[in-house]
């Protein structure tokens, strides 16, 4: 008898599905294992008011392969100019689920992000007043501060001064890559969550950097040293509610990856869930994959766990997932662990 693990149906709370061709292609990889993702706003350009959102919403109902059954939820990128009552329009209406914090410079397509927090305190004040989640890029473009550093930083110098000028403000530290930032999430209230990615429970910055540079492992955050990797994975399979699963797949085309100045972003769609069922079973945890995958994210956003359940299958031989993904924007490489997979997930 082969090993099962049937939970209910996963959700993403940190996605980056692009637009027309890439999404036509990355949609499908997201929509067969899960059932709402929470969809990132950095395009080019950004999606920054309501009826940005609404359009880019519509763009991905008409992308979405028949007989799919997800739900995209949408985001609204903050900048200096964003209006506080069209985001608590866009809120009132049941458009969107958070608004998202991008420091300017901080990551892929941030340059329309926040320089000068000041800025913004009249949408987080509305924010905070209406209950409308906030999630954090969070890392300081100061290029005095190391690259490794920059998430601790951003909690001493951003974050926690944010948080203690807005009460009430609900927080996700989205992609947390440090025991700094697991210890953060740790000491606040029920008004605060992190996601962690995949790849971040799988890879350390040796694995970037340690006998060739490995491009398709770049993203930002960047994978900090092992001591870190390993407070992430006691996290995420700690089944503590503030932790959930934000894979921030994120695609990029190969030669953008392959290139004198590298894209960041990893692309783990197609093959995330069996590399958790991976990370989780040996940390003896699999009975607390569905609390990080499944149900910690839908109480966070206050909506109801998924009614229907997917079931992964531990295979007596390594199951077979595409390297590569054509699409037409260019050929886009998934995520490779560096180990075989077992677990096959089955619809
Ligand atoms: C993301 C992207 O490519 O949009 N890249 C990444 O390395 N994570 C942006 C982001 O989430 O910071
Ligand atoms: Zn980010
Ligand atoms: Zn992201």
Same mark, same amino acid.
């Given at each position: 008898m082969s090993q099962t693990l049937t939970l209910r149906?996963?959700?993403?709370?940190?996605?980056?599905?692009?637009?027309?061709?890439?999404?036509?292609?990355?949609?499908?990889?997201?929509?067969?294992h899960f059932g709402?993702?929470?969809?990132?706003?950095? &395009?080019?350009?950004? *999606?920054?008011?309501?009826?940005?959102?609404? /359009?880019?919403?519509?763009?991905?109902? @008409? !992308?979405?392969?028949?007989?799919?059954?997800?739900?995209?939820?949408?985001?609204?990128?903050?900048?200096?100019?964003?209006?506080?009552?069209?985001?608590?329009?866009?809120?009132?209406?049941?458009?969107?689920?958070a608004v998202k914090l991008y420091p300017a410079g901080a990551t892929t397509n941030s340059h329309s992000g926040v320089r000068d927090f000041d800025?913004?305190?009249?949408?987080?004040?509305?924010?905070?007043?209406?209950? &409308?989640?906030?999630? *954090?890029?969070?890392?300081?473009?100061?290029? /005095?501060?190391?690259?490794?550093?920059? @998430? !601790?930083?951003?909690i001493d110098r951003v974050l926690d001064p944010v948080r203690r000028k807005t009460p009430g403000l609900r927080v996700v530290m989205e992609h947390v890559t440090t025991s700094e930032g697991i210890a953060y999430a740790r000491a606040g209230g029920d008004d605060l969550a992190a996601t962690i990615t995949t790849h971040h429970l799988v890879i350390n910055r040796n694995h970037i950097l340690a006998g060739g540079i490995r491009?398709?492992?770049?993203?930002?955050?960047?994978?900090?040293?092992?001591?870190?990797r390993l407070a992430l994975r006691e996290a995420a399979t700690s089944g503590e509610a503030r932790f959930f699963l934000g894979t921030d797949s994120a695609p990029h085309p190969d030669h953008l990856k392959e290139h004198p100045c590298g894209c960041a972003?990893?692309?783990?769609?197609?093959?995330?869930m069996s590399i958790l069922a991976h990370v989780f079973e040996e940390e003896g945890a699999l009975d607390r994959l569905e609390r990080f995958?499944?149900?910690?994210?839908?109480?966070?956003?206050?909506?109801?766990?998924?009614?229907?359940?997917?079931?992964?299958?531990?295979?007596?031989?390594?199951?077979?997932y595409p390297a590569k993904i054509e699409t037409g924007a260019?050929?886009?490489?998934?995520?490779?662990?560096?180990f075989p997979l077992y677990w096959a997930f089955k619809d």
């Open positions: 149906r996963p959700d993403d709370w940190h996605l980056h599905l692009r637009d027309g061709a890439m999404l036509e292609a990355v949609l499908p990889e997201s929509a067969r709402r993702a929470i969809i990132m706003p950095n &395009l080019v350009p950004p *999606v920054v008011t309501g009826a940005d959102a609404r /359009a880019y919403r519509t763009r991905i109902m @008409e !992308a979405m392969p028949t007989g799919a059954c997800f739900t995209p939820l949408m985001t609204l990128y903050l900048t200096e100019d964003t209006d506080p009552a069209d985001v608590a329009a866009a809120h009132r209406a049941g458009l969107i689920s800025k913004v305190r009249g949408v987080l004040e509305k924010m905070a007043e209406i209950g &409308l989640t906030l999630c *954090v890029h969070g890392e300081v473009t100061d290029p /005095a501060v190391d690259i490794f550093d920059r @998430e !601790a930083v951003f491009p398709h492992y770049y993203c930002l955050p960047v994978a900090k040293r092992e001591t870190h972003g990893c692309f783990t769609a197609t093959n995330t995958a499944s149900l910690n994210g839908a109480a966070f956003y206050g909506l109801p766990p998924a009614e229907t359940t997917v079931t992964l299958e531990k295979r007596a031989e390594p199951c077979a260019g050929t886009v490489t998934v995520f490779d662990p560096g």
